[in-house]
């Protein structure tokens, strides 16, 4: 049992920095201060962008530690960092791609307090491309 809850917190751990790298990734896709335009400005836009984002980021690291446990922890958790930041970088990706296919700045809109339909594409193309990395550890 103190394995087990070892092997908890440890996942929890990376798992809680892969968030935090993500969140970082989004900040420097967008204009200002992140948290600010959320917990201050109220910005749902920012709101719904970032939830996506950690959403997406926990289907991934949830299907990387559930398909690879039984490979050993060691092992299991190097996979869960792996493939967190291979979503990481695919969803930036994908963000890069929707800036240029929509007019204007997308990391500027998403900072606008008033609600804009973008943030609602912008999590869908986060989701999708979470769920495409999800995919491809499922066995």
Known sequence: MLASIGYAAAYTGVGILLLVVGAIALDLLTPGHLAR???????????????????????????????????????????????????????VVA???????????????????????????TAAATLAVSAIVVASIWP
């Open 95 to 121: 963000f890069v791609v929707l800036d240029l296919l929509t007019p204007g700045k997308l990391g500027a809109t998403l900072m606008e307090v008033e609600f804009h339909p973008a943030s609602l594409v």
């Open 37 to 91: 335009h959320i917990y201050e400005q109220r910005s749902i836009n920012a709101a719904i962008a970032l939830a996506a984002g950690f959403l997406g980021q926990g289907a991934i690291a949830f299907t990387t530690i559930w398909t690879n446990a039984t490979s050993g922890f060691g092992r299991a958790l190097a996979y869960t960092v792996v493939f967190g930041l291979v979503g990481i970088a695919l969803q």
